[in-house]
């Protein structure tokens, strides 16, 4: 699913936020995206959960930085 589909599957979900597998070519990665207080946070699988500037993005960002980007949504987290 491409970046517009998670930001909609999260905008309409009761969780939190979801983890994800990102698919770029050949290589895949895992990532937590939490929708709070309007902006998305996305980090990888490894960090820690800090809501800060470092990992905000407003849907535009989003959209934009994962524009050439495909998802798999592997569960919610709430």
Same mark, same amino acid.
């Given at each position: 699913?491409?970046?517009?589909?998670? =930001?909609?599957?999260?905008?309409?979900?009761?969780?939190? /936020?979801?983890? =994800?597998?990102?698919?770029? /070519? +050949?290589?895949?990665?895992?990532? =937590?995206? &939490? =929708? *709070?207080?309007?902006?998305? &946070? &996305?980090?990888?699988?490894?960090?820690?959960? +800090?809501?800060? *500037?470092?990992?905000?993005?407003? *849907?535009?960002?989003?959209?934009?930085?994962?524009?050439?980007? &495909?998802?798999? +949504?592997?569960?919610?987290? /709430?």
């Amino acid at each position: 699913m491409t970046a517009f589909e998670v =930001l909609n599957q999260l905008n309409s979900s009761s969780e939190r /936020g979801f983890q =994800l597998t990102k698919r770029n /070519g +050949i290589l895949n990665s895992t990532w =937590l995206i &939490y =929708l *709070e207080e309007d902006f998305y &946070y &996305y980090f990888d699988i490894v960090e820690s959960i +800090i809501f800060n *500037e470092k990992h905000k993005y407003s *849907e535009d960002e989003f959209l934009k930085e994962f524009e050439n980007s &495909y998802f798999e +949504i592997d569960c919610e987290c /709430g």
